[in-house]
């Protein structure tokens, strides 16, 4: 900007320069023509008087003489100035010849050697002045053509630095800013990426080291988040895992008093039956802790080709013993043949969880829990849907459901995180998230994954997509 300031104001001067100088010359040409007008009117009266021979005629010629070397004295500073002393000396010269010639011809009778001289005088006093115009007209000939070069000249070098003005400002502005843009998009929708290609030390890198700066205590607070409602969810699963696990713990224990009593009267087999069956009931134990444990427990955020029927089971799997408490009829329909989900297993089991475990919230006195996996109709998601026949959800509330802290639980019985945790990770999976509810009647969530377009070779785990 300050580039195209310097050139335009050097452009302005140079038009003014321009101007001016037309300007002068112009009236220069003025004032010389006001001596030319005193020269053609001298020998206008010198025709007359070579004529005529009269007395009229010769006065006449006299006073134009004398007007004409009037002018042309007012005009000799000028004319040096314009044409140079040499030009204004011969000049005065044929003036002074021309005067002495005309005087001479009024004063004695004319002879033609005489009136042949005077003409001659005369036309080189004429074609003198005349020509000190045509120079003067043709500078400010050269003037104009120069202002109209440079004219063009400018216009040329405007077009061109618009156009690489243009170009800067869009490699090192507005496309930044565009990626700014997106990814401030990005984050709205719960996409947490950083902006990558922008290492300017200008204000728009500064904005964007800031920006990713931002996006990094999002994530790390999005990890509190999502670590806090999975512990928060873990409290509502303790009361099923501790009733699942009494099963066990009593069967070890019954089996273990009977083992004790009839101990003498076993045989070697089946002693070692009794053992098997305290060891299978340790075992199940195990697993139901181990389950837990690997649902609580925090991971790297890693992605990995899954199939979602695992996953949902497993997730059912978990919260198996609050469906049994609450006397809810489950049914699971996952077909073997769906597309593999490239997916953080653990973040899609929290979010699996946490949906499962507000439809049992919303059945208290029992009802149906469906989860039903399908393809979407354009083969680019797996559709999982969990359905209840619970109380629903207001219409009033159905569009916040999603917001942060937002709930309809009474309060001291939930965060308000859940689904806006589990809206969040969907997000960064690339898939959504939908409800359907009617009060009364109960709701339907419906998780979209998108399906793996392209395995990776080795089928290794890869790191989040949305910090790569």
């Known amino acids: 900007m300050a580039l195209v300031l310097v050139f335009v104001t050097g452009l302005g001067l140079a038009y003014n320069a321009s101007l001016a100088g037309i300007s002068n010359r112009l009236k220069v040409v003025e004032s010389i023509d006001d001596l030319g007008a005193a020269m053609a009117d001298m020998r206008r009266a010198e025709k007359n008087y070579l004529l005529y021979l009269d007395a009229k005629s010769a006065r006449e010629w006299t006073d134009q003489v004398a007007r004409a070397r009037r002018a042309f004295r007012d005009k000799a500073a000028e004319l040096t100035r314009l044409e ?6 011969r000049l005065t010269d044929y003036f002074s010849t021309y005067a002495a010639l005309a005087h001479g011809l009024v004063s004695r009778h004319v002879n033609e050697e005489e009136v042949a001289r005077i ?3 005369g036309k080189n006093v004429f074609q003198y002045t005349r020509g000190i115009i045509r120079a003067e007209r043709d500078r400010i000939d050269g003037i104009t053509r120069s202002s109209h070069r440079l004219f063009l000249l400018a216009l040329s070098i405007i077009i061109v630095a618009g156009l690489v003005g243009s170009a800067i400002i869009a490699r090192d502005i507005v496309a930044p800013l565009s990626k700014i843009e997106r990814a401030t998009q990005q984050v709205s929708e719960g996409q947490y990426v950083s902006i990558k290609g922008v290492q300017t030390h200008d204000e728009i890198g500064k904005l ?5 700066h931002m996006i990094e205590q999002i994530e790390r607070h999005q990890d509190e988040l999502v670590q806090a409602e999975k512990l928060a969810s873990l409290g509502t699963l303790t009361s099923g895992v501790a009733h699942e696990l009494n099963n066990p713990i009593n069967n070890i224990s019954m089996t273990a008093q009977t083992f004790v009593q009839l101990y003498d009267t076993l045989s070697d087999s089946e002693r070692i039956e009794f053992m098997s069956q305290i060891d299978g009931q340790c075992e199940r134990a195990r697993d139901i802790v181990a389950n837990l444990l690997n649902f609580s427990r925090v991971r790297p955020r ?3 080709n899954a199939a979602t029927g695992e996953v949902v089971r497993e997730s059912v799997k978990l919260v198996s013993n609050q469906i049994a408490l609450n006397s809810i009829d489950c049914a699971v329909s996952m077909p073997d043949d769906l597309p593999l989900v490239h997916m953080n297993a653990n973040r899609i089991k929290q979010v699996l969880v946490n949906i499962l475990t507000n439809a049992i919230k919303a059945m208290p006195k029992g009802g149906r829990l469906g989860v039903v996996g399908a393809l979407s109709d354009d083969g680019r998601f797996v559709n999982v849907t ?4 619970g109380v629903g959800i207001p219409a009033v509330a159905l569009p916040h459901i999603f917001d942060p802290f937002f709930t309809t639980s009474a309060v001291g019985q939930g965060t308000g995180l859940g689904l806006s ?10 898939g959504t998230i939908s409800v359907q509810s009617e009060p009364g009647a109960g709701s339907a969530f419906t998780v979209a994954l998108p399906v793996v377009t392209k395995e990776a070779s080795d089928g290794s785990p890869t790191e989040d997509p949305d910090r790569r």
């Open 302 to 304: 890693t992605y990995s």
């Open 119 to 121: 003409r001659v005088q």
């Open 386 to 389: 969990v359905s209840d026949t």
């Open 421 to 430: 945790v589990s809206y969040s990770i969907i997000k960064r999976h690339g």
């Open 84 to 89: 140079g002393k040499d030009y204004c000396d």
């Open 208 to 212: 964007a080291r800031a920006f990713n």
